[in-house]
Nanobody
Framework: VQLQASGGGLVQAGGSLRLSCAAS????????LTWFRQAPGWMREFVAG????????DYADSVKGRFSLSREDAKNTLYLQMYSLKPEDTAVYYC?????????????????WGQGTLVTVSS
């Protein structure tokens, strides 16, 4: 499985960005498709994720109501639409995938990781 993350950039507080995660490879390896982020000096943290079969989603409390997941099946792409961005959203955003484990989407034990895309929110 290969994951290609894109869409990061510099935005002012209150602005919006849309991240994309294009997945390729065996569908078995992308049953769960999730975004994590890591700010300088901080541990990698869960942002939002989706079970590709069934479409169940989960969001971190810090982004609930501001971030939204969507998908485009024809392109095997997961999108993270981010609204009302805050300086504390500044981080490198990674998409990750794994096969069916039955575990919470928040569990960081993912098999495949993309290269990350930097989001910088200025105050």
């Amino acid at each position: 499985v290969q994951l290609q993350a894109s869409g990061g950039g510099l935005v002012q507080a209150g602005g919006s960005l849309r991240l994309s995660c294009a997945a390729s490879g065996p569908i078995f390896g992308r049953y769960d498709l999730t975004w994590f982020r890591q700010a300088p000096g901080w541990m990698r943290e869960f942002v939002a994720g989706m079970r590709w079969i069934g479409g169940d989603t989960d969001y971190a409390d810090s982004v609930k109501g501001r971030f939204s997941l969507s998908r485009e099946d024809a392109k095997n792409t997961l999108y993270l639409q981010m609204y009302s961005l805050k300086p504390e959203d500044t981080a490198v955003y990674y998409c990750a995938s794994r096969g069916p484990t039955g575990e919470s989407l928040r569990n960081i034990g993912y098999t495949y990781w993309g290269q990350g895309t930097l989001v910088t929110v200025s105050s």
